[in-house]
């Protein structure tokens, strides 16, 4: 019989639920809103309500609980150190809901989660080596090596959206350092470079986005065009750096701004194509990430069975 395991991404505004089996097959689906009440306190509690209002027979066949979270995992597996969104601080959720419903939990970052997705069920597939990045309201990023995330000896490795760059604009970043590839390379970044190249463009198109920002370099825009570049050739020389450092088969590219394919793919390539190592040039892929919102539900129950050492 096939083994069951609950994949669990907890979002700042929807926490998504998956019944998925070792194959990698969702059997059911489901979501509750998060409830963000007392710095978050009530989240654990009602993550295990409904589980056992979902699955109220199909609980004792299920072999393990893996769950992404908005922030970093200590060393020990057992304690989400911080998760901003939610309020939490140093909460220990593994043990807590393994108390409650009798089953092994495992917790995992959930950047880190989405790159074990997409190595299991998406587009790496049977890959074993992968940079994921993600581009959305922030920047996120998951090294995975070996089949093996890299999580780092302070639970930030992979955190490639805090890599500096070098720039003579000052930007905060939400981790409290200045100019982090995220405060340039994520959407909100994006729109605020084209703020910079045009600061007229805000009057004109008062809470444009990088949606925005994309329809106008489609038109031919040169302003946008050049926001849109300058935004690129950064990401793009952080990654062939990056790619320089571990040398694995891929990167893959997910969150808001990937939506936009090739508008943004073709000319990265480019750019990690013009700084990358000549022994790695041409044996790389970039892509598109292809799990979308369920790649962490994915990566959580992957990562779940490899922690129990149900898989290598
Ligand atoms: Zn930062």
Redesign the pocket.
């Known amino acids: 019989m096939m083994k069951q395991y609950i994949g669990i991404d907890i979002g700042g505004t929807m926490i998504k639920f998956a019944l998925i089996d070792q194959a990698g097959k969702i059997g059911k689906k489901w979501r509750i809103p998060t409830n963000l009440a007392e710095n978050g306190a009530y989240i654990p509690s009602e993550i295990a309500e409904s589980i056992e209002n979902e699955l109220p027979t199909a609980l004792e066949s299920v072999k393990g609980i893996g769950i992404g979270v908005p922030g970093p995992i200590s060393r020990s597996g057992e304690t989400v150190l911080e998760a901003v969104n939610l309020g939490w601080k140093k909460l220990p959720l593994k043990k807590g809901l393994e108390e409650r419903l009798g089953i092994p939990v495992a917790l995992i970052n959930d950047a880190n989660a989405a790159a074990l997705g997409e190595m299991w069920q998406g587009v790496s597939k049977g890959k074993r080596n992968l940079l994921f990045v993600t581009l959305g309201t922030g920047v996120g990023g998951g090294i995975v090596l070996n089949g093996k995330i890299l999580n780092g000896v302070h639970s930030s490795g992979g955190e490639i959206?805090?890599i500096p760059i070098s720039s003579s604009e000052h930007r905060l970043?939400?981790?409290g350092?200045i100019n982090?590839l995220?405060t340039f390379c994520s959407a909100n970044g994006l729109v605020k470079t084209m703020k910079v190249v045009d600061p007229e463009r805000a009057a004109v198109h008062p809470g444009f986005t990088a949606v925005d920002i994309f329809k106008w370099v489609a038109a031919g825009d040169l302003r946008a065009q050049e926001a849109l570049a300058a935004t690129i050739e950064r990401l793009g020389m952080v990654l062939a750096g990056i790619m320089n450092t571990i040398d694995v088969e891929e990167i893959v590219i997910g969150g808001g701004l990937s939506e936009a394919g090739d508008a943004l793919l073709a000319p990265l390539r480019l750019v990690v194509d013009a700084h990358i190592f000549p022994q790695i040039r041409g044996n790389y892929h970039v892509k598109k990430a292809a799990l979308g919102n369920d790649a962490g539900i994915y990566g959580a129950v992957y990562y779940c069975q490899s922690v129990h050492e149900m898989i290598d």
Request: hydrophobic share 0%; glycine share 24%; proline share 0%.
């Open positions: 959206g805090h970043c939400g981790c350092n982090c995220e």
